[in-house]
């Protein structure tokens, strides 16, 4: 009985001490063409691949950075910085804007029909078009 006791608040404190993370969902602007978007597509774009849109990228110290870079690139967020860095350096691209948080993803999203970014699930609103979910 003891044994079970233990185990029962052991798994209470592992649970408790995983971060729940919110529902990563890629937008763009309402007017945008694109109805949806793969993994790969949006990938593309965050990671210098393709310049038809224009990503809108949140603080590094975000952890939907971290988690949106890894759920979709499959790399982490210093790896992406430095595959940017190395394009910015070679003059094929300039760094993506970076914006303080969600919000302000959506309002840039909202104000550019070329832009795309990264947000909460729970801060979409009619101003901007989910074309993708994480994993």
Same mark, same amino acid.
């Given at each position: 009985m003891k044994n079970a006791m233990t185990m029962a608040v052991a798994a209470l404190a592992l649970s408790a001490s995983i971060?729940?993370?919110?529902?990563?969902?890629?937008?763009v602007n309402p007017k945008a063409a694109e109805a949806s978007m793969s993994k790969d597509q949006v990938a593309q774009f965050f990671l210098g691949k393709s310049s038809s849109m224009t990503? #809108?990228?949140?603080? /590094?110290?975000a952890a939907i950075r971290?988690?949106?870079?890894k759920k979709v690139t499959d790399k982490d967020a210093s790896q992406a910085k430095a595959l940017w860095s190395k394009l910015v350096f070679t003059g094929k691209a300039t760094m993506p804007a970076q914006v303080a948080n969600s919000a302000a993803v959506k309002a840039a999203v909202a104000g550019?029909?070329?832009? #795309?970014?990264?947000? /909460?699930?729970?801060?979409v609103d009619s101003t901007v078009k989910v074309v993708f979910t994480a994993p």
């Open positions: 971060p729940a993370f919110a529902e990563v969902v890629v937008v990503p #809108i990228d949140q603080p /590094e110290d971290g988690e949106f870079y550019n029909p070329k832009a #795309i970014g990264y947000m /909460e699930k729970s801060a």
